[in-house]
C-alpha cells in the first residue's frame, strides 16, 4: 500500500458537527496546524447530511442554563454529569448565533426573536446547515481538510496519543497521521441490531448508517475508559419512514394515542425512554397501532409540518402525498427504532472531564462519542466541539513537542500491515461474506441483547448468550478479504461495531436493574436499585472489558481532571 504521512498539531478525527465547529474553533489559533480526517466528505458527512428544522438545545426566553440541565438530568433519571450539561448550557445561545452568523436562517417571530417551539427549541430553515458548517471550517488558514480516509485506530504509547492511522476509501492508501492532540468527533454507534426495515431498505433508520462506532471503538481499543454504554437509545419514529415525532408532537401539540384513541403517553411518563416504553406496552397489550393525534390539527398547520420534514426527512413528506392523506386527515402511526449507542442523545461514550480530556492523554472528545452531557443535539455538539477545540490547545501549550517514542511507529506498521492482510485477490465475494457476519451480529443483538423483537426486554442469561455469540463472530473479521479499498471499509466498519457490541453488553449485564425503560429494560431486575446510582464505566484490559461503578458528580461538583 502506498503510505501518506501527515504532520499536524491537532489531529480531528471527523468532519461531522462537533469536529467542524472545534475546527472553527481552531482558527484562532494560527501557530497551530490543523487536521480534520473524515471518511466521506464533510458538506454531507454526519448526523446533519440530511439537514435539521430545529435548533433543539436553546436557552429560551426566561430560563437559565440550569432550567437545561435539570432537565437533561431529569430526562437521564439522575445518571448522568451535571459539570458536563452546565458547561455546554452556558455555551448553546452562543453556539445557535454563530450558525446564524455563519448563514443559517433562524425563524423569526414578530418582535424579530428567534422563533421558539417548546421551552427548549428554536425553528429554523435547515437544509443546508451541513455545508455551511464545512465552509466555517475549510476557510480557516490553518486547517487541513482530509476526506475519504478512514480512521481506525489511535497511535497510543505510555497512555499518551501521538496520532492515529486509517487507509483511503477510493485511493487505497495507508494513512499515517502524527499528532501532538487528537480530538475524536466521530459519531455513535447505528447498526448494532436489527433495523426496523430489513434488506432493500435497511438504511431506513433513525441515526445515521454511517456512524459505526468508530470513535468509540479506537477508544477502546486504546484503553480509554467508557461510560454509560447501558444507557442506549431508542427513538420513537414514524412508522416505515423512522422520521423524527418530536416535530409533530411539539409543533402539533400532538398526542399518542392507541388503537382506540385513548391518550396513553400521560400513564406511562414524558421522559423519552418513557414515551417508547408506553408504545411498546401499549401493541404488547393488544391496543395497537399506536399513533401521534393529528388529525383535524388543520391546512395551515398540516402545510407547516410538510415544509418543516422536507428541511429534514422528506420521506415523511413524500409519503402523505403520495397517500393523497396528510396529518390534518390521518393520524400518524408511530414506532420504536433499534437500539444505537449515541451520547448525543443518552450519556453514552468516553469518560472524560469538563475539559472535554478523556483518560489518555492529550485526546479529547466532543459530540456524539463524548459521554456523560445527554441531550446535546446540535447545540451542544458545537459547544463541546469548541471546548475539545479550545482544551486541545491548551494541553499544547503545556506540553512543548518532544521525541516520538519508538513504540509508535511499530504500532503504525503493524496497523498498516493489518490492512494489507485484507486485500488480495479471493475465490468468495468479501463483500457478501462481511454483509452475513454482519446480519449474524445484528440477530444475536436483537435477540439476545434487547432488540426489536423482544420489546426491547433483555436478562442475565440472554446477555451471557449474546457476548457467547459475539465473541465468536469476532474472529471471523480477520479472515474476511477485500479486493477494494471499499469493501475493505466494511470489514472494518464490522470490526467497529464488534467491538462496541462486546462493552454494550457487558455494560448492560453490569447494570443490573431497571432505570430507563425500554432503553435497560431488564425482566431480571424490573425496578431500579438505589445501589446503581452511579456510572458505570469500563476499560479492555488484556483483551477483557473491566467495568467499574463511579460515584456520581453533582451539582456544585466539577470533575477537572481524571486519573490517569
Known amino acids: 500500500m502506498e503510505r501518506i504521512v501527515i504532520d499536524t498539531d491537532v489531529l480531528i478525527i471527523g468532519g461531522g458537527t462537533a469536529g467542524c465547529f472545534a475546527a472553527r474553533t481552531l482558527g484562532a489559533r494560527e501557530d497551530l496546524r490543523v487536521t480534520v480526517v473524515d471518511k466521506a466528505a464533510i458538506e454531507r458527512s454526519g448526523c446533519l447530511a440530511a439537514g435539521v428544522n430545529a435548533i433543539n438545545a ?49 425563524l423569526k417571530d414578530a418582535e424579530g426573536r428567534y422563533a421558539e417551539r417548546g421551552t427548549r427549541n428554536v425553528k429554523i430553515n435547515g437544509e443546508n446547515i451541513k455545508p455551511l458548517l464545512a465552509r466555517a471550517a475549510r476557510r480557516q488558514p490553518n486547517v487541513r481538510v482530509v476526506e475519504r480516509v478512514n480512521v481506525t485506530d489511535l ?14 476509501v477510493e485511493d487505497g492508501a495507508a494513512y499515517v497521521l502524527r499528532a501532538r492532540a487528537v480530538i475524536v468527533a466521530t459519531g455513535g454507534a447505528a447498526g448494532l441490531y436489527r433495523p426496523n426495515n430489513p434488506g432493500f431498505s435497511r438504511h431506513k433508520m433513525w441515526y445515521a448508517p454511517f456512524n459505526t462506532g468508530a470513535g468509540y471503538a479506537m477508544g477502546i481499543r486504546a484503553g480509554a475508559e467508557m461510560t454509560s454504554f447501558e444507557m442506549r437509545f431508542i427513538a420513537l419514529r414514524c412508522k416505515d419512514t423512522i422520521a423524527p415525532t418530536g416535530t409533530i408532537a411539539q409543533g402539533a401539540h400532538a398526542k399518542q394515542v392507541n388503537a382506540a384513541g385513548e391518550v396513553y403517553e400521560t400513564a406511562y411518563g414524558l421522559r423519552t425512554s418513557e414515551r417508547v416504553w408506553g408504545t411498546v406496552e401499549e401493541n404488547r397489550a393488544g391496543r395497537g397501532p399506536c399513533y401521534l393525534r393529528t388529525r383535524g390539527i388543520g391546512a395551515a398547520a398540516e402545510e407547516d409540518l410538510y415544509r418543516a420534514y422536507l428541511n429534514m426527512a422528506p420521506a415523511q413528506t413524500l409519503k402523505w402525498v403520495e397517500a393523497g392523506a396528510g396529518p390534518d386527515a390521518r393520524d400518524v402511526e408511530i414506532e420504536g427504532t433499534e437500539p444505537y449507542v449515541v451520547g448525543g442523545h443518552t450519556a453514552s461514550g468516553y469518560w472524560v472531564d469538563v475539559h472535554r480530556a478523556t483518560t489518555v492523554a492529550g485526546l479529547f472528545a466532543a459530540g456524539d462519542v463524548a459521554g456523560g452531557a445527554p441531550q446535546k443535539y446540535v447545540t451542544g455538539a458545537l459547544a463541546e466541539g469548541e471546548i475539545a477545540a479550545e482544551s486541545a490547545a491548551a494541553f499544547l501549550d503545556a ?41 449474524a451480529m445484528q440477530k444475536v443483538m436483537d435477540e439476545y441483547a434487547g432488540g426489536i423483537s423482544t420489546g426491547y426486554r433483555y436478562n442475565a442469561r440472554q446477555l451471557e448468550r449474546a457476548d457467547e455469540e459475539i465473541r465468536s463472530l469476532a474472529p471471523l473479521v480477520d479472515r474476511l478479504r477485500a479486493r477494494t479499498p471499499f469493501e475493505l471499509l466494511a470489514i472494518y466498519e464490522l470490526r467497529e461495531r464488534l467491538t462496541v457490541c462486546r462493552v454494550l453488553i457487558a455494560h448492560m449485564a453490569a447494570r443490573k436493574e431497571t432505570r430507563w425503560h425500554a432503553f435497560a429494560e431488564r425482566t431480571d431486575y424490573p425496578e431500579a436499585r438505589p445501589e446503581f446510582e452511579a456510572y458505570v464505566n469500563s476499560r479492555l484490559e488484556d ?3 473491566r467495568i467499574v461503578l463511579r460515584d456520581l458528580v453533582g451539582k456544585g461538583e466539577c470533575l477537572e481532571h481524571l486519573d490517569r
Do not use: K, W
Open 155 to 168: 497511535l497510543v504509547a505510555g497512555n499518551r496519543v501521538y496520532g492515529a492511522c486509517g487507509f483511503g
Open 399 to 439: 506540553h512543548p513537542a518532544g521525541a516520538v517514542p519508538a513504540a509508535v511507529e511499530d504500532q503504525a506498521e503493524a496497523i498498516v500491515a493489518g490492512y494489507a492482510a485484507h486485500l488480495g485477490v479471493t475465490t468468495s465475494r468479501a463483500p457478501v461474506v462481511t454483509e452475513q457476519v454482519e446480519e
Open 58 to 106: 436553546y436557552i429560551t426566553r426566561g430560563r437559565t442554563p440550569e432550567f437545561y440541565a435539570d432537565y437533561a438530568m431529569d430526562d437521564a433519571n439522575g445518571i448522568a454529569r451535571y459539570d458536563l450539561l452546565i458547561s455546554m448550557s452556558e455555551r448553546l445561545n452562543r453556539c445557535a448565533e454563530a450558525l446564524e452568523d455563519e448563514g443559517l436562517v433562524f
Open 543 to 545: 483483551g477483557d472489558i
